[in-house]
Nanobody, 114 residues
Framework: VQLQASGGGSVQAGGSLRLSCAAS????????TGWYRQAPGKQRELVAE???????NYADAVKGRFTISRDIAKKTVLLQMNSLKPEDNGAYYC?????????WGQGTQVTVSS
């Protein structure tokens, strides 16, 4: 199982980015896919998640600004991030739960300047 994360970059506050997490080596959909972020000196935290049946959950800090979605055929989960704030800075990681095991992708950096 491999996860390929992409889409990070640098934007000004108020801007938008879309992150993508593409899974390979799996059959069907993961039980759950989550996006996490980790700012320097802080613990990794859950940003958003989507389950196999499409149920979504968001951290309070991103509700109304971020949207997680999926393309089942492409085995890809997207994180649309709008109205970005400097506090959204960090490395973003995707994680899947597949057949009761967790897998992490490499991080993609998001930098928001004020």
């Amino acid at each position: 199982v491999q996860l390929q994360a992409s889409g990070g970059g640098s934007v000004q506050a108020g801007g938008s980015l879309r992150l993508s997490c593409a899974a390979s080596g799996i059959i069907g959909s993961p039980d759950r896919t989550g996006w996490y972020r980790q700012a320097p000196g802080k613990q990794r935290e859950l940003v958003a998640e989507i389950t196999r049946i499409g149920t979504t959950n968001y951290a309070d800090a991103v509700k109304g600004r971020f949207t997680i979605s999926r393309d089942i055929a492409k085995k890809t989960v997207l994180l649309q991030m709008n109205s970005l704030k400097p506090e959204d800075n960090g490395a973003y990681y995707c994680n899947i739960i597949y057949l009761s095991r967790g897998y992490w992708g490499q991080g993609t950096q998001v930098t928001v300047s004020s």
